[in-house]
């Protein structure tokens, strides 16, 4: 081990309460790209920019589009959780993590065990009908073709936030109040790139910031412990 990834154990040895902050790099290892690695969806070809069919307004205007983008592309349904997921469940059952605070949707974390996740951009697991609020499990939406109908004839759309809307305020605040709670936080697979999300950081006033994330990102100066790698293999030497 060198020695960031010593330091990285002994923090987590004598943490009491971890709060866990995540994105798109915890799912790599899952199978699931992210959106701005080299292989990830930003740099792949369609007609519009992901970003661009995955906002508020490209779904009201080109509705068939979003859908059919959405069902090749972000829904990852046989995704099986990694090292990352599965310590993190661990933790949680030891007492010694409060709170998996995440930007993804493929709820991968639950899938491991954990309890308490924080999703910040909502689920692709669930699902509503914008006409009558009925609530719809995934499979509305995969196995269906077109516009997914609910019984009542309007149109049911994932729970997830598009670029353009806003955060769930009750999601954030808890997110805030682990965060403020925790005397270690670990920040991983993410770019910090996307806002609000990436803000959460400064309600942190614990011991130790970590960072593990293969690429560099624009806080690495301020963390006390950065390692540069893969996630869930730096995971599955963690304590
Ligand atoms: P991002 O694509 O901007 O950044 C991913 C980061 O993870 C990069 O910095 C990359 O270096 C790092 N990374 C990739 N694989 C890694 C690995 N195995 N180990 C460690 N680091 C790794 O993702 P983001 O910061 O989460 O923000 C983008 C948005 O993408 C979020 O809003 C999220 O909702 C959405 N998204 C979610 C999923 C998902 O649910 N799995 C997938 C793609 C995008
Ligand atoms: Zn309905």
Redesign the pocket.
């Known amino acids: 081990m060198n020695s960031e990834m010593e330091k990285l154990y002994q923090a987590i040895e004598k943490a009491h309460t971890i709060v866990f902050f995540g994105?798109?790099?915890v799912?790599?290892?899952s199978g699931?790209?992210?959106?701005?690695?080299v292989d990830?969806?930003y740099n792949q070809q369609y007609d519009y920019p992901p970003e661009t069919i995955l906002s508020h307004s490209f779904f009201l205007r080109h509705t068939d589009e979003f859908y059919r983008f959405y069902r090749a592309k972000m829904l990852a349904l046989d995704a099986q959780p990694n090292a990352a997921h599965k310590k993190l469940a661990q933790w949680e059952t030891a007492g010694k993590l409060n709170a998996v605070v995440t930007?993804?949707?493929?709820g991968l974390h639950q899938k491991a065990g954990s309890r308490k996740v924080l999703e910040l951009?909502g689920s692709v697991l669930r699902n509503t009908c914008m006409d009558c609020g009925k609530k719809h499990d995934v499979t509305a939406i995969s196995e269906s073709k077109g516009l997914p109908r609910c019984e009542c004839g309007g149109l049911i759309k994932p729970d997830v936030v598009l670029y353009e809307e806003s955060l769930d305020n009750d999601v954030m605040d808890e997110a805030i109040r682990c965060i403020r709670e925790a005397d270690m936080m670990i920040i991983?697979?993410?770019?910090?790139?996307?806002y609000p999300?990436a803000g959460l950081i400064h309600y942190f006033r614990g011991n130790t910031l970590a960072l593990?994330?293969?690429?560099e990102?624009p806080l690495d100066s301020r963390a006390d412990i950065v390692v540069h790698g893969?996630?869930?293999e730096v995971f599955s030497q963690m304590p």
């Open positions: 994105g798109a790099g799912s790599t290892e699931i790209p992210d959106f701005r690695s990830g969806l930007q993804n949707i493929d951009h991983g697979g993410t770019s910090l790139a996307v999300a593990i994330n293969r690429d990102t893969k996630i869930g």
